[in-house]
């Protein structure tokens, strides 16, 4: 098998490209959160779900985020590195620093987007309290 990250300067690099793609998988599933509540239709009447269904879809697509990028790291990525134990354990401890990266950055960016719409249909998935 060829691998392409053989010493620990290289390991170190993939490091860092790990935390990159962790912010930008987190802004990709933070624009599929926000289209996904676009597509959720107002309710009226007296107890309307449809804020409660967005909230719900927020969630699920970050836990699919963080699960999808650890998936990306573990099965693919991993893949290249030369299988010794300080190159493997090396990066396998940042693969999970790096998926609660990710889950980090799209709450954040999740909450911000939140409140930068709030009168839209995204600015339901965390509401600002009524006076």
Known sequence: MNYEYKNIMQVDGLISNT?????????????????ISSMIAYQGGKNPTDAKKRRVWFWITGIIAAAAFFCYNYFYV??????????QDKFFTHTAIATGVTLATFVLIGFVASKLMKKGKFGTVFPSKQR
Request: proline share 4%; glycine share 8%; net charge neutral.
């Open 19 to 35: 935390y990159i793609l962790a912010i930008v998988a987190a802004l990709v599933f933070v624009g599929i959160a926000i289209l």
């Open 78 to 87: 991993s893949g290249t590195i030369v299988p010794t134990q300080m190159l």
